[in-house]
């Protein structure tokens, strides 16, 4: 760190924060006030303060939120995030407005990292632009709408941006705000095009369906559908596996193992998902699914989760049905404990809390079902059961226990 060489210093500076060198910390500060032309140095120091958890400088990261260079702002950003500096929100807040695209990513993803809800409003304002960063803002959302911004959402529906009905879907769903269905679906009839309604299906029915919302899917199941024959193929099945049999379901059931054979690689883990869902699959068939999906070697994490999820229905029902309870955070969801002690309100435990990461914090007093809860905590994992206990996997490590419990029941 005494060097006069500006990498040299920096690369000491992340050896020793990585070695957990904390005794060096005070000399690392320094470098700030002796060496103010050293950015890069200085970015070393950044991250010491956010790996030694040094709460009482984390402004040294805040300070980098107006770097003249792009990826010091994104990087503070996020570190602010994930080390919950949570007075430093309204910081982040106030740059989303005049931001460029990419980092008003990173800003959205921090403020759902610290469950910012007293920030939504400047969250929703994002979904209402065409900007790309309407995704990262449907992310955050999902976490931190309630039932006060019911109205506000479907006020949203009349956006000219044609991604605006499905994110507005996707909350009110989320929120099971079933008297908003048939607001949606007016929304839906009078989208221009199939694409732009298609919410309806994908979102809508296979939550709040019934029987005589079936015949509103069959056309979709034609491999030349604009739609995608797959995602058509899931969201039926999602909606046939919440209903009671009729003899009718058979022959949709043979459509849907047409597709298999006929469509893109893109578009078969959908369909396997959706047989599995709806058992036209055996444990060797199940297992071969998995299998196609392993051998990409970094398998898509949606199509994994999409595939696990139909494998965890049909296996573990009941850890299935109970993650579909619906809970409301009485304290925020900060930790693997809090997490934990949620699902016990279901009557499902998780395996290790100490181990989970949360990536973001969900505020009190929300209502979701066990299954959102977890997936909007905990970042790039898919949720496996064995009993009541809940294991949160990495996909390909999901994808792994899948065929390993899946091969030996053949």
């Given at each position: 760190?005494?060097?006069?060489?500006?990498?040299?210093?920096?690369?000491?500076?992340?050896?020793?924060?990585?070695?957990?060198?904390?005794?060096?910390?005070?000399?690392?500060?320094?470098?700030?006030?002796?060496?103010?032309?050293?950015?890069?140095?200085?970015?070393?120091?950044?991250?010491?303060?956010?790996?030694?958890?040094?709460?009482?400088?984390?402004?040294?990261?805040?300070?980098?939120?107006?770097?003249?260079?792009?990826?010091?702002?994104?990087?503070?950003?996020?570190?602010?995030?994930?080390?919950?500096?949570?007075?430093?929100?309204?910081?982040?807040?106030?740059?989303?407005?005049?931001?460029?695209?990419?980092?008003?990513?990173?800003?959205?993803?921090?403020?759902?990292?610290?469950?910012?809800?007293?920030?939504?409003?400047?969250?929703?304002?994002?979904?209402?632009?065409?900007?790309?960063?309407?995704?990262?803002?449907?992310?955050?959302?999902?976490?931190?709408?309630?039932?006060?911004?019911?109205?506000?959402?479907?006020?949203?529906?009349?956006?000219?941006?044609?991604?605006?009905?499905?994110?507005?879907?996707?909350?009110?769903?989320?929120?099971?705000?079933?008297?908003?269905?048939?607001?949606?679906?007016?929304?839906?009839?009078?989208?221009?095009?199939?694409?732009?309604?298609?919410?309806?299906?994908?979102?809508?029915?296979?939550?709040?369906?019934?029987?005589?919302?079936?015949?509103?899917?069959?056309?979709?199941?034609?491999?030349?559908?604009?739609?995608?024959?797959?995602?058509?193929a899931l969201s039926l099945a999602r909606l046939l596996s919440r209903l009671r049999p009729e003899p009718g379901d058979l022959e949709i059931t043979a459509r849907i193992e047409a597709l298999e054979s006929r469509l893109p690689r893109l578009f078969r883990p959908q369909v396997s998902a959706a047989l599995i869902l709806l058992g036209k699959k055996a444990p060797a068939e199940q297992a071969q699914a998995v299998s196609r999906l392993r051998e990409k070697g970094y398998p898509d994490?949606?199509?994994?989760?999409?595939?696990?999820?139909?494998?965890?229905?049909?296996?573990?029902?009941?850890?299935?049905?109970?993650?579909?309870?619906?809970?409301?955070?009485?304290?925020?969801?900060?930790?693997?404990?809090?997490?934990?002690?949620?699902?016990?309100?279901?009557?499902?435990?998780?395996?290790?809390?100490?181990?989970?990461?949360?990536?973001?914090?969900?505020?009190?007093?929300?209502?979701?079902?066990?299954?959102?809860?977890?997936?909007?905590?905990?970042?790039?994992?898919?949720?496996?059961?064995?009993?009541?206990?809940?294991?949160?996997?990495?996909?390909?490590?999901?994808?792994?226990?899948?065929?390993?419990?899946?091969?030996?029941?053949?």
């Amino acid at each position: 760190m005494e060097s006069q060489d500006e990498s040299m210093c920096g690369w000491a500076m992340s050896n020793l924060t990585q070695a957990g060198a904390k005794e060096y910390f005070p000399r690392m500060l320094k470098v700030l006030e002796t060496r103010p032309d050293w950015k890069g140095a200085h970015r070393s120091v950044r991250n010491a303060v956010y790996h030694f958890r040094a709460s009482e400088h984390y402004g040294v990261i805040a300070e980098a939120l107006d770097d003249e260079e792009q990826v010091p702002r994104w990087s503070s950003a996020k570190e602010l995030g994930k080390a919950d500096a949570r007075k430093f929100a309204p910081e982040l807040a106030r740059r989303i407005k005049t931001a460029d695209d990419d980092y008003k990513a990173y800003l959205i993803e921090a403020l759902a990292m610290l469950g910012a809800e007293e920030h939504v409003d400047v969250i929703l304002d994002i979904v209402r632009n065409p900007a790309p960063v309407h995704g990262d803002a449907h992310l955050a959302l999902l976490g931190l709408v309630t039932e006060a911004h019911k109205d506000r959402l479907l006020a949203m529906l009349n956006a000219p941006a044609r991604h605006v009905p499905w994110i507005v879907a996707d909350l009110l769903v989320d929120l099971d705000a079933r008297e908003t269905m048939e607001r949606l679906h007016r929304s839906a009839i009078g989208a221009h095009d199939e694409e732009e309604g298609r919410f309806w299906l994908s979102v809508v029915l296979p939550a709040w369906g019934t029987r005589e919302h079936v015949k509103e899917y069959l056309p979709h199941l034609d491999p030349a559908s604009r739609w995608g024959a797959g995602f058509a193929a899931l969201s039926l099945a999602r909606l046939l596996s919440r209903l009671r049999p009729e003899p009718g379901d058979l022959e949709i059931t043979a459509r849907i193992e047409a597709l298999e054979s006929r469509l893109p690689r893109l578009f078969r883990p959908q369909v396997s998902a959706a047989l599995i869902l709806l058992g036209k699959k055996a444990p060797a068939e199940q297992a071969q699914a998995v299998s196609r999906l392993r051998e990409k070697g970094y398998p898509d994490r949606w199509d994994a989760k999409e595939l696990c999820g139909a494998l965890l229905r049909r296996h573990e029902k009941e850890a299935a049905d109970r993650l579909e309870h619906r809970v409301t955070s009485g304290v925020r969801v900060d930790s693997g404990a809090a997490l934990s002690d949620l699902l016990a309100g279901v009557n499902l435990t998780l395996r290790d809390p100490r181990s989970v990461e949360i990536y973001r914090r969900l505020p009190p007093g929300r209502t979701r079902s066990a299954h959102a809860v977890v997936e909007w905590c905990v970042e790039y994992r898919v949720i496996i059961a064995e009993g009541r206990e809940i294991i949160l996997l990495k996909p390909d490590e999901a994808l792994a226990y899948w065929h390993r419990r899946l091969s030996a029941l053949r």
